[in-house]
């Protein structure tokens, strides 16, 4: 199965084998009144014969629920959905200006590659992984011998899986565990969406069925304590607060003692996004996770940074900023929906070996969504994938066609 058939079949829907016994069943039966009308009629005046019940196993039965393959399926759907619909402007952008560049330049030459590397560019990929994904497409193309650059297109989906994922394909997992205390750490520039992310990831895992508590440690910021309050309202957890001005190491003291005697299962800790003293914040988060530590062994478990899609290499610069002043363990990639520059996050993973771990795909509540590499390929693609996809499914159907014709009727 082609790499692009089998992202099309995950996340877009494939026939299932009912549908497929149904098309069988259609075209034999036309078949066969075709050839016997007199035949069929004669039949339809006896009564109908009862299909003969095939013998059940202990554990075919129909109880109204659908097997986990099928509930998988359409999870793997929903979400190829989502990441199609966020990742519009992108994709848009993308596929266009890969289209043009293929109708160009219709065989594999160095002019090729050269245009390729100024297209990825612009789409804000990163130069380093530029050159890096080129280069292996070059080697590629010589290994498969392929000529014509629409033979490429494929390979050049599944290139950038593979530089997503490098070595490690479950990078973008979190590290929450159950039957503990788990706590996250919100890093973060001012005006990126850090709060409103807080927010989504409350819900999202109380709606999971984790007990969730906030905790208010940007004191600086003013208004910020206040903006986290009404997130905790509106989806319903605790926040743990002092007043403006407070020592947010202080917060976290008083969060993680809250949130052992509630037994909660996720920490969730705001701080403060003042980049541009780098020493004085990396003192603060230094002391907030020294805090944490000491009463949660080996906590914080992620320190997630949110960074602006629609920021394009600034949010690239901030992440390098960033990992200077503290040991971030993943991204969250906000407004992914309002930018074309979704390239982005090939960058952020490749030159900085940060994994993404949420992008933003929307305004709604459940618009937060866990990163998936193949999910963001297709959300990048989906439209040549499929267009793709169904030309190779006529083209073998075409085929098909003409092997099964006889000699009289080939010619």
């Known amino acids: ?172 997992v979190m590290n929450l565990e159950d039957g503990r205390l788990n706590v996250i750490l919100m890093v973060g520039v001012n005006g990126v969406g850090k709060t409103t992310t807080i927010g989504k990831l409350a819900h999202r895992y109380k709606a999971e069925g984790k007990k969730v508590m906030l905790a208010a440690g940007d004191t600086f910021r003013a208004g910020a304590i206040n903006q986290l309050k009404v997130w905790g309202e509106r989806v319903g957890v605790d926040v743990i607060s002092q007043s403006e001005g407070s020592d947010p190491a202080a917060v976290m003291y008083d969060a993680i003692n809250a949130a052992k005697h509630q037994g909660v299962d996720i920490l969730i800790c705001d701080t403060a996004g003042r980049l541009q003293n780098k020493a004085n914040l990396m003192n603060e988060l230094e002391k907030m996770k020294r805090v944490i530590g000491r009463a949660v062994p080996d906590a914080p478990h992620e320190v997630l940074l949110c960074l602006d899609a629609t920021t394009g290499q600034n949010a690239l610069s901030q992440a390098r900023n960033f990992k200077d002043v503290t040991n971030v363990t993943g991204i969250v990639l906000t407004k992914l929906d309002g930018t074309a520059k979704g390239g982005i996050v090939l960058a952020i993973r490749n030159e900085l070996h940060i994994p993404v771990k949420y992008v933003g795909l929307g305004e709604q509540l459940d618009d937060l969504q866990p990163f998936d590499p193949e999910s963001y390929v297709y959300g990048l693609f989906a439209d040549m994938i499929e267009q793709t996809v169904e030309e190779h499914q006529e083209e073998a159907a075409e085929t098909t066609e003409n092997d099964g014709d006889t000699p009289d009727e080939q010619k």
């Open 1 to 172: 199965m082609s790499f692009f058939k089998r992202l099309k079949d995950k996340f877009a829907g494939k026939p299932t084998e009912e549908e497929k016994e149904l098309q069988d069943l259609d075209q034999t039966e036309s078949s066969e009144e075709d050839k016997k009308p007199a035949e069929k009629e004669e039949k339809s005046t006896l009564p109908e014969a009862k299909p003969k019940e095939e013998p059940k196993d202990d554990f075919d039965f129909d109880d109204g629920l659908i097997s986990i393959e099928e509930f998988e399926e359409i999870e793997s759907q929903k979400l190829g959905a989502k990441f199609r619909q966020g990742l519009e402007k992108t994709r848009e952008n993308f596929q266009e200006q890969l289209n043009n560049l293929i109708a160009r330049y219709r065989t594999v030459d160095e002019d090729f590659f050269e245009a390729l590397e100024e297209m990825l560019i612009t789409a804000d990929v990163g130069f380093n992984t530029v050159m890096e994904l080129v280069d292996e497409l070059r080697t590629e193309a010589q290994r498969r011998n392929i000529k014509e650059t629409e033979d490429l297109k494929e390979v050049i989906v599944e290139k950038i899986v593979e530089i997503y994922q490098q070595e490690d394909d479950n990078s973008e």
